[in-house]
């Protein structure tokens, strides 16, 4: 069974700081994994997409990696902004655009 | 460009009654696929469509169905609506299979009475 784990639940961090987030996968064969951001009551933002084939991928102050042997991705977020709080998801693909979610990582970025 | 957009943004039925939720994908998306998501199960897959073919279907009851036309557009009908269904029901559109980014609507915010 597909699983996608999102360490921490909640991340609050005064503004500027460089954080983190995780997301871990029991199954390495997966197709692409994606990021994205979602703001209370809104859909989800497409933040980043990385392929199977890539290590990681920079937009901005964002930069997503992956490891495909350890079931691992991270997001790196420089400089945080309070415009940067919301709930980050990771998503894993497996099949046909059949992706699943972690529960999310909802960061709190105070001024 | 547009977004994906789904309709209706908001709606309140109440047990036993049917809904159907739309989705207008981007230009040039032929994949659609359906997602339900609630505060105590997160993000969960219904149902992926390309070209008008249902190729993927997540672990929901049959009350639960899909379809998609000519034009990629997208809808979704549950029947017989239970307490458990109220629910944020989000449509994701791509260009292709297994390539590019997902690109999320607003979603249809589901209440059941």
């Known amino acids: 069974k597909q699983e996608v784990t999102q360490i921490p639940a909640a991340l609050s961090v005064p503004e500027g700081e460089n954080l983190v987030l995780n997301c871990s996968f029991t199954d390495s064969a997966i197709y692409n994994l994606q990021w994205f951001r979602q703001d209370p009551g809104k859909g989800l933002t497409s933040l980043l997409l990385i392929q199977s084939s890539q290590r990681e991928q920079t937009s901005g102050r964002l930069n997503a990696s992956l490891d495909k042997s350890s079931g691992r991705s991270t997001l790196y977020i420089a400089a945080s902004q309070p415009g940067d709080s919301a709930t980050y998801l990771c998503?894993?693909?497996?099949?046909?655009?059949?992706?699943?979610f972690g529960s999310g990582t909802k960061l709190n970025v105070k001024p | 460009k547009a977004g994906v957009t789904q309709t209706p943004r908001y709606l309140i039925k109440t047990r036993g009654q049917q809904v159907t939720l739309s989705c207008s994908p981007i230009?040039?998306?032929?994949?659609v696929s359906w997602y339900q998501q609630t505060p105590g199960q997160g993000l969960q897959f219904l149902f992926e469509y390309f070209s008008e073919t249902q190729r993927n279907k997540g672990n929901f009851p049959g009350r639960f169905s899909g379809r998609q036309f000519s034009n990629s557009r997208s809808e979704m009908n549950v029947s017989t609506l239970e307490l458990g269904d109220s629910a944020l029901y989000l449509c994701a559109t791509r260009w292709g299979s297994n390539t590019g980014e997902l690109f999320f609507g607003e979603g249809s915010r589901l209440t059941v009475l």
């Open positions: 230009s040039g998306h032929r994949s």
């Open positions: 998503a894993v693909e497996y099949n046909f655009n059949k992706f699943y």
